[in-house]
């Protein structure tokens, strides 16, 4: 079992800052592929940005430019460095994990239980 521990959500003008941080811990030999989900209402989740064990980082062409993905995989945590906030960035962030308990389990993906950011106009 794997915990995710979600902090860094909260209200900021647009135009702010925020960074998310995202910790993994409990039973793990190797994260694959670490990142962000969100869901605004009445929307479907959507992608992010997501970082890959080889380091490919793929993301959605609405925060490129404004977000970064920072993973450190000594310490099994993934940050997103969100700037330029707008209103549309608006939404539950949810951090995303896929990963394996021994070196010969299967990958099991991880949701965090999201965290809320908000920005105003």
């Known amino acids: 079992q794997v915990q995710l521990a979600e902090s860094g959500g909260g209200l900021v003008q647009a135009g702010g800052s925020l960074r998310l941080s995202c910790a993994a811990s409990?039973?793990?030999?190797?994260?694959?592929?670490m990142g962000w989900y969100r869901q605004a209402p009445g929307k479907q989740r959507e992608l992010v940005a997501v970082?890959?064990?080889?380091?490919?980082?793929v993301s959605a062409d609405s925060v490129k430019g404004r977000f970064t993905i920072v993973r450190n995989n000594a310490k099994n945590m993934v940050d997103l460095q969100m700037n330029s906030l707008k209103p549309e960035d608006t939404a539950v962030y949810y951090c995303?994990?896929?990963?394996?308990?021994?070196?010969?389990?299967?990958?099991?993906?991880?949701w965090g239980q999201g965290t809320q950011v908000t920005v105003s106009s």
């Open positions: 409990g039973s793990i030999f190797s994260i694959s592929t």
């Open positions: 995303y994990v896929e990963s394996r308990a021994t070196r010969w389990s299967n990958d099991i993906t991880y």
């Open positions: 970082i890959y064990s080889s380091g490919r980082i």
